[in-house]
């Protein structure tokens, strides 16, 4: 939509009426609706006393901030609501099994402005303007505080707001003191809704931990945090990534800097969403967003008993088995790939292999014999049966089974077989493809017929009667190319230009293999030492000191993971005398002591660590497990303390800070276990795990540290 047009479009989107920002009331208009402060648990959202109808409105800020209000307007903030058809299967879902004010846990991120006028304690209609409104500008922008815990963790003001006369640069400085809280550019604002848990509030056994794109942003370099190996990036934010600066048209009249304003899109992965809305810029972030955020590279191969760390010196024989990894590295995105709701994305890898004269040898993806039996970057939750729950039925929840997702900066291996041809024609070249859809299939078919009920098609109806967009989830969702690597084998290899992931230097290559075999079982972690040293090797040819300590940190957590601390020490030396003493190399070392119980070792090299990246609830949960680990109660539980400041439902964090306090005798110790209990993982988890490993394929292969596909052979 053009910016010029917002104004009128802003106009007609009256959720309450023309109620000012300063709390009057026209003539004729409806009575505001008020919050009294009450509890609005399971959400954990606060705020005093206040005029909701005040939060809902958004026109009068399109007066001033066009471009702004644009933005907004097609974003997955506007659509957060229950005019949002993905949504609103889940948490009618939700609503129907467990009740309606159960629903309270989803509304303080999604519809803030329901929860506090009580309409989500009720039937939400369709003829109920709140139930459009989704996250709108005045919810987050009267952010007052944030706390960690996730569930909509934040207090809003309720301080009047001056609609500045532009004449009068005071009036337009308290407007800006007043909109411009301090938390609105941290990250812990986003982690507030962007960090969730469940529990027995909402119908499930215990708690839960859910989506956390704070925490696992914390704990990645991009915060600043002290990850297992070297890594070269530029602290950013969310706001960084998700908010970048984007030129203001004529229309905006404040809030400019430099001719640019905020963008306010939040593109990122909802490409459902953005395919439907009239904003291509909207689509084009989202897709851009995407797009080379993971590294796709094929590795090491094994033709028959041979073994080759750089496919181009495999040699190939007609008739022999062929083993061949493609590797995925997260070094783009600052949080896991796929982020957010990580048990609905799907994002797949696609192989494909032809010999020299361009005949297809052999394929995995989707559509083969109608199977489904290709690697999918997720998360599995399951329900009480051992069912993975595919639906997000998150009242179903029973216990995390995996967690394929992509940590930042790190890489995983997916292994490929077939069987050559004899008659085998050279060289043959291997495609890898890493492709993303928003939401599963089996999902998209649920939402599907959610949307297709009375209900739903009159919600349908209300959302174009407010000028908005009526979303249909049935609609043939974008496929986004994330990543591609294309790799040749066998005689005449050298001869072609490998591309994408493949075409990076050796020693990148390399060393992304050596960081993604270090997921192996520990019997198998060996596999990883041909791609390390021959990096170590390339590098010290290529005099590059800085390249060579990155995999002597690789070595040396390779040492570490074998339980050999002395090797693991010797190695981490070598690297620091090439980079200089680095909390990195501290890391690697306290991991290498850990492994085997040299607590005071561990502890010493810990907080060395935990000094350099304090906002990192990892770093604190280390340091905590190794004090505690040596009875020195006291800097454990100031360790554990400092951790739980900063991610207050962590396990591990609550475990260390029980025993402390019941070593010490300390009259909480009572209360801190029982805290400690309620965040254990499930005691039926593993029986779970076990039970849908029989049943499920899923299961079958998501459990294998280094999953096996069969890439089908054509005759």
């Given at each position: 939509?053009?910016?010029?047009?917002?104004?009128?479009?802003?106009?007609?989107?009256?959720?309450?009426?023309?109620?000012?920002?300063?709390?009057?009331?026209?003539?004729?208009?409806?009575?505001?609706?008020?919050?009294?402060?009450?509890?609005?648990?399971?959400?954990?959202?606060?705020?005093?006393?206040?005029?909701?109808?005040?939060?809902?409105?958004?026109?009068?800020?399109?007066?001033?901030?066009?471009?702004?209000?644009?933005?907004?307007?097609?974003?997955?903030?506007?659509?957060?609501?229950?005019?949002?058809?993905?949504?609103?299967?889940?948490?009618?879902?939700?609503?129907?099994?467990?009740?309606?004010?159960?629903?309270?846990?989803?509304?303080?991120?999604?519809?803030?402005?329901?929860?506090?006028?009580?309409?989500?304690?009720?039937?939400?209609?369709?003829?109920?303007?709140?139930?459009?409104?989704?996250?709108?500008?005045?919810?987050?922008?009267?952010?007052?505080?944030?706390?960690?815990?996730?569930?909509?963790?934040?207090?809003?003001?309720?301080?009047?707001?001056?609609?500045?006369?532009?004449?009068?640069?005071?009036?337009?400085?308290?407007?800006?003191?007043?909109?411009?809280?301090?938390?609105?550019?941290?990250?812990?604002?986003?982690?507030?809704?962007?960090?969730?848990?469940?529990?027995?509030?909402?119908?499930?056994?215990?708690?839960?931990?859910?989506?956390?794109?704070?925490?696992?942003?914390?704990?990645?370099?991009?915060?600043?945090?002290?990850?297992?190996?070297?890594?070269?990036?530029?602290?950013?934010?969310?706001?960084?990534?998700?908010?970048?600066?984007?030129?203001?048209?004529?229309?905006?009249?404040?809030?400019?800097?430099?001719?640019?304003?905020?963008?306010?899109?939040?593109?990122?992965?909802?490409?459902?969403?953005?395919?439907?809305?009239?904003?291509?810029?909207?689509?084009?972030?989202?897709?851009?967003?995407?797009?080379?955020?993971?590294?796709?590279?094929?590795?090491?191969?094994?033709?028959?008993?041979?073994?080759?760390?750089?496919?181009?010196?495999?040699?190939?024989?007609?008739?022999?088995?062929?083993?061949?990894?493609?590797?995925?590295?997260?070094?783009?995105?600052?949080?896991?790939?796929?982020?957010?709701?990580?048990?609905?994305?799907?994002a797949w890898v696609e192989v494909e292999v032809r010999d020299a004269s361009g005949a297809v040898?052999?394929?995995?993806?989707?559509?083969?014999?109608?199977?489904?039996?290709?690697?999918?970057?997720?998360?599995?939750?399951?329900?009480?049966?051992?069912?993975?729950?595919?639906?997000?039925?998150?009242?179903?929840?029973?216990?995390?089974?995996?967690?394929?997702?992509?940590?930042?900066?790190?890489?995983?291996?997916?292994?490929?077989?077939?069987?050559?041809?004899?008659?085998?024609?050279?060289?043959?070249?291997?495609?890898?493809?890493?492709?993303?859809?928003?939401?599963?299939?089996?999902?998209?078919?649920?939402?599907?017929?959610?949307?297709?009920?009375?209900?739903?098609?009159?919600?349908?109806?209300?959302?174009?009667?407010?000028?908005?967009?009526?979303?249909?989830?049935?609609?043939?969702?974008?496929?986004?190319?994330?990543?591609?690597?294309?790799?040749?084998?066998?005689?005449?290899?050298?001869?072609?230009?490998?591309?994408?992931?493949?075409?990076?230097?050796?020693?990148?290559?390399?060393?992304?293999?050596?960081?993604?075999?270090?997921?192996?079982?520990?019997?198998?972690?060996h596999v990883a030492k041909p791609s390390i040293e021959r990096a170590i090797e390339l590098s010290?040819?290529?005099?590059?000191?800085?390249?060579?300590?990155?995999?002597?940190?690789?070595?040396?957590?390779?040492?570490?993971?074998?339980?050999?601390?002395?090797?693991?020490?010797?190695?981490?030396?070598?690297?620091?005398?090439?980079?200089?003493?680095?909390?990195?190399?501290?890391?690697?070392?306290?991991?290498?002591?850990?492994?085997?119980?040299?607590?005071?070792?561990?502890?010493?090299?810990?907080?060395?660590?935990?000094?350099?990246?304090?906002?990192?609830?990892?770093?604190?949960?280390?340091?905590?497990?190794?004090?505690?680990?040596?009875?020195?109660?006291?800097?454990?539980?100031?360790?554990?303390?400092?951790?739980?400041?900063?991610?207050?439902?962590?396990?591990?964090?609550?475990?260390?800070?029980?025993?402390?306090?019941?070593?010490?005798?300390?009259?909480?110790?009572?209360?801190?276990?029982?805290?400690?209990?309620?965040?254990?993982?499930?005691?039926?988890?593993?029986?779970?795990?076990?039970?849908?490993?029989?049943?499920?394929?899923?299961?079958?292969?998501?459990?294998?540290?280094?999953?096996?596909?069969?890439?089908?052979?054509?005759?």
């Amino acid at each position: 939509m053009d910016a010029s047009n917002v104004q009128g479009t802003m106009a007609r989107w009256l959720f309450i009426g023309m109620l000012s920002l300063a709390g009057g009331c026209s003539h004729g208009a409806p009575e505001p609706i008020r919050f009294t402060g009450q509890d609005l648990s399971p959400s954990l959202l606060r705020a005093p006393a206040l005029d909701v109808s005040r939060l809902a409105k958004t026109e009068d800020c399109a007066d001033c901030h066009a471009d702004v209000a644009s933005h907004w307007m097609h974003s997955a903030h506007a659509y957060a609501s229950f005019d949002n058809p993905w949504y609103r299967a889940s948490i009618d879902e939700l609503r129907a099994h467990r009740g309606k004010e159960a629903s309270r846990f989803c509304a303080g991120c999604h519809d803030p402005i329901l929860l506090m006028s009580g309409d989500i304690d009720g039937a939400v209609t369709p003829d109920n303007d709140l139930a459009y409104a989704g996250v709108t500008c005045l919810v987050c922008h009267s952010v007052e505080s944030t706390r960690p815990d996730g569930n909509a963790s934040f207090t809003l003001t309720n301080a009047s707001i001056l609609v500045p006369d532009p004449a009068k640069p005071g009036e337009i400085q308290a407007h800006r003191e007043r909109l411009a809280l301090e938390p609105l550019r941290t990250a812990e604002l986003c982690g507030t809704c962007h960090r969730s848990f469940s529990g027995q509030s909402i119908g499930n056994d215990r708690h839960l931990p859910g989506i956390d794109d704070l925490g696992d942003w914390a704990s990645s370099g991009f915060a600043g945090a002290i990850t297992e190996h070297l890594t070269s990036v530029d602290p950013r934010s969310c706001q960084d990534c998700h908010m970048e600066p984007v030129a203001a048209s004529d229309a905006e009249m404040a809030g400019m800097h430099d001719g640019h304003v905020s963008g306010h899109r939040w593109a990122a992965s909802h490409t459902s969403l953005a395919a439907q809305l009239p904003d291509p810029e909207h689509r084009a972030q989202a897709r851009e967003a995407l797009e080379g955020a993971v590294v796709v590279d094929v590795g090491a191969v094994r033709a028959g008993q041979r073994g080759y760390v750089l496919p181009r010196e495999a040699r190939l024989r007609g008739g022999e088995s062929l083993i061949f990894d493609v590797l995925l590295q997260n070094e783009h995105v600052g949080h896991r790939f796929p982020g957010g709701v990580r048990d609905l994305h799907e994002a797949w890898v696609e192989v494909e292999v032809r010999d020299a004269s361009g005949a297809v040898l052999g394929v995995s993806r989707p559509e083969m014999d109608d199977s489904r039996d290709v690697f999918v970057l997720r998360a599995t939750m399951l329900d009480a049966n051992a069912n993975p729950e595919l639906l997000h039925r998150v009242h179903r929840f029973s216990a995390p089974a995996f967690d394929r997702t992509l940590a930042a900066h790190d890489a995983r291996v997916v292994r490929y077989s077939m069987k050559l041809p004899r008659n085998l024609r050279l060289p043959i070249r291997v495609e890898a493809k890493l492709l993303h859809r928003k939401h599963s299939l089996e999902f998209q078919a649920f939402a599907c017929e959610s949307s297709r009920t009375e209900r739903a098609l009159q919600f349908a109806t209300g959302a174009v009667a407010r000028d908005k967009v009526a979303l249909d989830p049935c609609a043939e969702q974008p496929v986004t190319e994330i990543g591609t690597a294309t790799a040749w084998m066998g005689h005449g290899a050298t001869e072609h230009a490998p591309l994408g992931g493949a075409g990076r230097p050796d020693i990148e290559r390399l060393l992304t293999q050596g960081l993604a075999l270090l997921h192996a079982r520990q019997e198998h972690v060996h596999v990883a030492k041909p791609s390390i040293e021959r990096a170590i090797e390339l590098s010290e040819e290529a005099g590059a000191p800085l390249l060579r300590a990155r995999a002597l940190v690789l070595r040396a957590r390779l040492a570490a993971i074998q339980g050999r601390p002395r090797a693991a020490v010797a190695f981490a030396a070598r690297a620091e005398a090439l980079v200089g003493p680095h909390p990195v190399v501290e890391r690697v070392r306290g991991d290498a002591f850990a492994r085997v119980w040299r607590w005071k070792q561990a502890a010493a090299a810990y907080q060395r660590v935990a000094d350099a990246s304090p906002r990192d609830p990892r770093a604190w949960r280390d340091l905590a497990r190794a004090y505690g680990s040596l009875a020195n109660d006291d800097r454990a539980l100031a360790a554990a303390d400092a951790g739980l400041r900063l991610a207050p439902q962590d396990e591990g964090l609550l475990r260390s800070r029980a025993l402390a306090l019941q070593s010490m005798g300390h009259p909480e110790a009572a209360r801190a276990k029982r805290e400690w209990l309620a965040h254990r993982a499930p005691d039926a988890q593993p029986q779970l795990v076990a039970s849908c490993e029989q049943a499920h394929q899923r299961c079958q292969k998501d459990r294998q540290p280094i999953p096996h596909y069969t890439c089908l052979l054509y005759t």
